[in-house]
């Protein structure tokens, strides 16, 4: 097994988007077993340090592919479709426009203490984001149209942010 | 319990021979040690048949200790020598050390961590702990007959960097080799989920004596994965003491108070919390050395009043972890008590509430974190077959980070990823021709430096001389299986690469701990030279048994040449191990280590491709709607 192979590759997972989560969990334990630093704590030096690289290896194989953000992105930059937000901050101003408005939202519920204001936000996201998602699989495993994808990827980090601050004021109006 | 359908043919044949391994935990109020008996995992008690060992030591002007009940009963009367709670000041600082006004102890404010002025003298936590680490080894040694393979440490899961560095060097002190350091509530879900064949998303409320945690676990046949955990690492039943100590004042109108009257007041608080257990009422009396009289009663309901934000503030943590987990409520199977403070009947009712269910209580919650912990040690040591086995997924508590600009802290690793983790991110210089860069490590969930736990400062030199911007740093962060992070930085441009490594000491250099180990020889009966040559010896054991049932298994994987070369080395290692030259005996290691430096990478690959050798079997087997998805590459 080559230790530089891609994720899928390395967790005999077909190269694709739609990910059958269930297999990716099996697969993952059943090489996290093989690899995990438990079995070699008995073993000398060499084979202990092996066993942690390669156990770190396996661990970002799995984190990667199991969320749809990351694992859509990596298959953007398997494709030679790099998402680099830093450098493409240009957005349609209907969609930042759009983004302003939510963040708004989210600071008066937080502001006004307002719990379940903050749970129907963190539901409209969610809802949101599972259409981006699925707009997301099409371009990538049946049109294999990577820039647009990345163009759809790049908004759903926007969403991502936002539903972890909801996430935050819904943590902080709790304390 | 079967993990993989594929049993490893040379490792399940070979009869074992049964090592002898522990778990310790070493708990704030009380500590134990437990082993693995004929299948059954037992805490080991002390002669007079006590399973508890205070974690309390008192030390005595001529240089000897004493921990446990002999020193517990001198506490009140010699306080700032008789040590007790030390676990709240490992890896701290006094700044750090929360209520550290009310001890009564003679604090010596050193960078990284604090001293205690002792009559026995200056004292680190380490130290401390290390005296009552050794008083389990030894406790463990005569009753199982024979030097120890090594122990499993538990540690809070939400411990810090810091903290489980101080603890895994107090075991080192104590003349420990640490298998692994576990994290407490994983500890006690290993046992619960062991003894009772649990599945599904468990919760463990692990509320010891000074430390709180809260771990969200996924248990699945062979598999205790953590998904998220949290805590507050100065919260525990010495809280609720202190509290019940402050309305003890309030109530009895007392003057300030000499530290053996206050000693003895915070020791009947502690006493009327354990009766209240059991009972709507506890009298608290005391006579004071200043002559004034304590007669009082306090009630379930005062106290549950006046403890009520403790119980609050464990909430807390709960819910960020059931958010972390992404989890409701309502998922959450079974929720499993641990720590002896997790018997106060207000704890139990606001848990229930919160989980709306009942919380399991059938293991023994001072009892259970040992017991886990032995058999994670006995699964370490080897001594159970490739088919009786599981895999521990845990992960690291707290976000690690390093200082930016403008005090800024830029996040490497993220909370709750699942260990061994490692991330690399790269920097730029921000002067021309800069040929240093300073590397600040953090730990917490701050925004800020100066809010987050300051882990280690290092710096990279030899950088070659640049344009601003144009160097390339790339800083590595690797968190091993124990959760202790090691940091390395490389200058990646033109060819130069400048590279250091560092492993963050938290106060404590490896200078100050050989010199601490070499006083702490002098103490006991250990001869330092000879327990080194021991050591030795059962490191040259260890890897000759491993390189042999390395052989067994695999030894296809090398030429006639090669496995010559490999028996020989084996051979030199066995000769040198029966004489006393502990400097032959490494050199034979290191020789024999570096002869299957290769095979040990050959045999890595032949177990990730039986891996996947496995699922085919499966596959074939009839798992044919997931398994038809993989064919295709």
Known sequence: ?175 | MALLQIVEPGESAAPHQHKLAVGIDLGTTNSLVATVRSGLAVVISDELGRPLLPSVVAYHADGSYEVGYEAQVRQTLDPRNVIASVKRLMGRGLKDIVNHEAMPYDFDDVPGMVRLHTTGGVKSPVAVSADILRTLRERAEASLGGALVGAVITVPAYFDDSQRQATKDAARLAGLTVLRLLNEPTAAAIAYGLDNGAEGIYAVYDLGGGTFDISILKLSKGVFEVLATGGDSSLGGDDFDQRIFCWILEAAKLKPLSIEDASLLLTRAREAKEYLTLHGVAPISARLNSGEVVDLKLTTEIFTEISQTLVAKTIQPVKKALRDAGLSVSEVKGVVMVGGATRMPQVQHAVGEFFRQEPLNNLDPDKVVALGAAKQANLLAGNRAADDDWLLLDVIPLTLGLETMGGLVEKIIPRNSTIPVARAQEFTTFRDGQTALAVHIVQGERELVSDCRSLARFELRGIPPMVAGSARIRVTFQVDADGLLAVSARELTSGVEAKISVKPSYGLTDGEIASMLKDSMAHTKDDAQRRALKEAQVDAQRLIEAVQSALKSDSDLLSAEQLARVEAAIAALQASALGDSRRQITQAIDDLEAKTRDFAAQRMDKSIRRAFAGKRIDALEGAASAAGVGEHR
């Not at chain 1, 969320?67 to 901050?89: C, F, I, M």
């Not at chain 1, 049109?143 to 004021?169: C, G, N, S």
């Open chain 1, 1 to 175: 097994m080559d230790f530089n192979a891609d994720h899928f590759t390395l967790l005999e997972m077909p190269r694709s988007f739609r990910i059958d989560s269930a297999l990716l969990d099996k697969r993952y334990r059943e090489l996290a077993a093989q690899v995990h630093p438990d079995k070699f704590a008995q073993a000398g030096d060499a084979e202990r340090r092996l066993s942690l690289q390669w156990a770190t290896r396996v661990n970002e194989a799995y984190q990667t592919l199991k969320k749809p953000l990351s694992r859509a992105q990596y298959l953007l930059s398997l494709a030679g479709h790099e998402v680099d937000a830093n450098n493409n901050t240009a957005m349609p101003s209907e969609f930042l426009m759009e983004q302003m408005e939510w963040r708004e939202a989210v600071a008066e519920a937080r502001l006004a203490r307002e719990q379940s204001e903050l749970e129907q936000l963190h539901h409209r996201v969610k809802q949101r984001m599972k259409r981006r998602y699925e707009q997301v699989a099409g371009l990538l495993d049946d049109q294999q149209d990577y820039p647009t994808a990345a163009d759809r990827v790049r908004r759903l980090m926007f969403l991502e942010k936002l539903l972890f601050e909801i996430d935050d004021a819904m943590a902080a109006l709790d304390a």
